[in-house]
């Protein structure tokens, strides 16, 4: 895809972007990889920089970000735990963020996509770091080292939120943060989302401080993002 030329840098923080592309206020961020597209998303040159639309309809972080995510702590040196990788979308544009001098630790157990992760991300981004490992099995995670200052879960699994929380156990610093997707349906199909919502974020409980709860719709249906912050092993 041609790379374009945009003049309107409508809103700045530390993290992200927001880009005027086509006519409407896009999220972005900037490439680690210059010239490196991993889902066909539309680069924009601005100011020396390049910057990669991030697409709310293809990653539930840029959804919650265009929702309105009140704390967003991953910046420029931060280290992540990814939980469920998958083709490494999400995990693209956190490494953009935390740039050179922060990493992203980025578990995927399922080959298919985990090849594809390993083709269009990991190769090409020296601050991601592939484990293709099962997410029920964090002792087996040997190439993290020390703290993680961010766990992200994002894992369609019915105990997705205890595997969640045995990772922070062993990898989130005290003091971090948890983004962690419910995807409701891989819960339980038979209850009302809301409930399951509810009954999910009491699990995190009294490991963790809650924050926010976000209904990612329209972007994605009986999905919610949570985050909260961690205070330790009981």
Not at 4 to 31: C, H, M, P, Y
Not at 48 to 54: F, L, S
Not at 115 to 133: G, K, M, T, Y
Request: net charge neutral; charged share 25%; with cysteine.
């Amino acid at each position: 895809m041609a790379e374009t030329r945009e003049n309107d840098l409508v809103e700045e923080s530390e993290s992200v972007f927001w880009l005027k592309s086509e006519g409407q206020k896009r999220l972005a961020t900037i490439n680690y990889v210059e010239g490196n597209q991993v889902y066909g998303e539309k680069l924009i040159k601005k100011g020396g920089d390049e910057y990669r639309i991030w697409d709310p309809f293809r990653s539930k972080l840029a959804a919650a970000l265009t929702i309105g995510l009140e704390i967003f702590p991953i910046k420029s040196g931060t280290k992540v735990l990814y939980l469920g990788a998958s083709t490494g979308t999400t995990v693209s544009h956190i490494s953009d963020i935390v740039g050179y001098n922060g990493i992203v630790f980025a578990v995927e157990h399922a080959s298919r996509v985990a090849r594809d992760f390993l083709d269009r991300v990991a190769s090409f981004r020296p601050n991601v770091v592939p484990i293709l490992q099962d997410a029920r099995q964090p002792k087996n995670y040997f190439s993290i080292f020390g703290k993680v200052d961010v766990v992200y879960a994002d894992i369609a699994q019915p105990d997705q939120t205890e595997i969640t929380i045995t990772n922070c156990k062993m990898y989130l610093k005290e003091g971090g943060y948890l983004f962690l997707v419910i995807k409701t349906r891989s819960i339980d199909v038979t209850r009302a989302p809301k409930k399951i919502i509810e009954d999910e974020i009491k699990k995190l409980e009294p490991n963790f401080t809650f924050i926010q709860n976000i209904d990612l719709e329209p972007y994605d249906k009986d999905h919610a993002l949570v985050v909260a912050k961690y205070l330790g092993k009981d």
